[in-house]
């Protein structure tokens, strides 16, 4: 069995070639691999950036509600004020419930 030169030489290179592009499609995996996992890993630090300003928010929300709770009392107790002292006004200057003039007879 002779083989000639030009048969083996395109055998050989035909394995070389199969070599070569298993060897670059392994680096090329890898390298989509590291790609991927590096994209994973800038994903999950933006998802917990999110959540902690989400906490961040709620709280500022809960503050924000306790405050206009305690800001609704106080007017009830400004509104109750300013009726009794418009009340003890229009005693001093004569206006009956309606907001008539009472006319007052004078003294003599």
Do not use: C, P, W
């Not at 902690?52 to 509600?65: A, P, Q, S």
């Not at 009726?83 to 006004?89: C, E, F, G, L, T």
């Amino acid at each position: 069995m002779q083989v000639d030169f030009g048969t083996l030489l395109t055998v050989v290179s035909v394995f070389f070639a199969v070599y070569f592009a298993a060897k670059n499609n392994n680096r090329q995996q890898d390298a989509d691999v590291s790609h991927r996992a590096s994209e994973t890993a800038m994903i999950s630090q933006k998802l917990d950036n999110i959540n902690d300003d989400t906490k961040e928010i709620k709280k500022e929300l809960t503050d924000v509600k306790r405050n206009v709770s305690e800001l609704s009392e106080r007017v009830i107790i400004v509104e109750q004020s300013t009726k009794s002292a418009h009340h003890r006004i229009d005693d001093m200057e004569g206006y009956d419930e309606s907001g008539r003039k009472i006319r007052r007879r004078r003294r003599q």
